[in-house]
């Protein structure tokens, strides 16, 4: 299948997902991720689901790292490029471009310090190559950095044997979690 038809079947599948059923796997997710070494890390950045799109609910992960004292960022769309927010406990949230969740106010972080990367995505091959919406984003983030942080996709179906439209621009992923299994796609 083509990026395109895999990126309809995919979000026809999410679009049947209960309420329910989206917030049992959210929360098989967090337990998958508690059992990864990635809690000695710092600084983490991390998607805000865009409930309309039936996306995995981050919230519990979000206040899972403020708990244990991590330094917690999320994405905020300006024109072409993301950046980094910082929030903390108490943050105010506004809906911005394509109905995310963004920060009222964004306190701006260095990207650099970044060390892992929870990724959106629709689906993803047992290389990590992964098929967001199209936009990008992901990849023009991820190329700004000299060292990559560890990536980490998070999604409710497990990854595809394989995606046949790799682009030179798209860097997979390290690792897929879903609610059933933690999938490793390199040597970590």
């Given at each position: 299948?083509?990026?395109?038809?895999?990126?309809?079947?995919?979000?026809?599948?999410?679009?049947?997902?209960?309420?329910?059923?989206?917030?049992?796997?959210?929360?098989?997710?967090?337990?998958?991720?508690?059992?990864?070494?990635?809690?000695?890390?710092?600084?983490?950045?991390?998607?805000?689901?865009?409930?309309?799109?039936?996306?995995?609910?981050?919230?519990?992960?979000?206040?899972?790292?403020?708990?244990?004292?991590?330094?917690?960022?999320?994405?905020?769309?300006?024109?072409?490029?993301?950046?980094?927010?910082?929030?903390?406990?108490?943050?105010?949230?506004?809906t911005g471009k394509f109905g995310v969740p963004e920060p009222t106010?964004?306190?701006?972080?260095?990207?650099?310090?970044?060390?892992?990367?929870?990724?959106?995505?629709l689906i993803c091959d047992r290389l990590g190559n992964r098929i967001g919406y199209g936009g990008g984003y992901y990849d023009r983030f991820l190329s700004e950095f000299q060292v990559q942080p560890l990536k980490i996709g998070l999604n409710f179906f497990p990854p595809i044997p394989k995606i046949q439209e790799v682009e030179p621009t798209d860097i997979p992923l390290d690792y897929c979690v879903t609610g059933d299994e933690i999938v490793s796609f390199s040597a970590f």
């Open positions: 299948m083509k990026k395109s038809e895999l990126r309809s079947l995919y979000k026809s599948k999410r679009n049947q997902l209960s309420e329910v059923e989206i917030q049992e796997c959210s929360l098989k997710i967090l337990e998958n991720l508690k059992k990864m070494p990635i809690w000695e890390k710092s600084v983490f950045h991390i998607f805000v689901p865009i409930v309309q799109n039936y996306e995995i609910n981050t919230f519990p992960i979000i206040e899972s790292l403020l708990n244990h004292d991590k330094i917690v960022l999320v994405p905020k769309v300006v024109g072409k490029k993301m950046i980094s927010c910082r929030i903390e406990k108490g943050t105010e949230w506004t106010d964004c306190i701006e972080f260095d990207n650099s310090q970044i060390e892992v990367i929870l990724q959106p995505m």
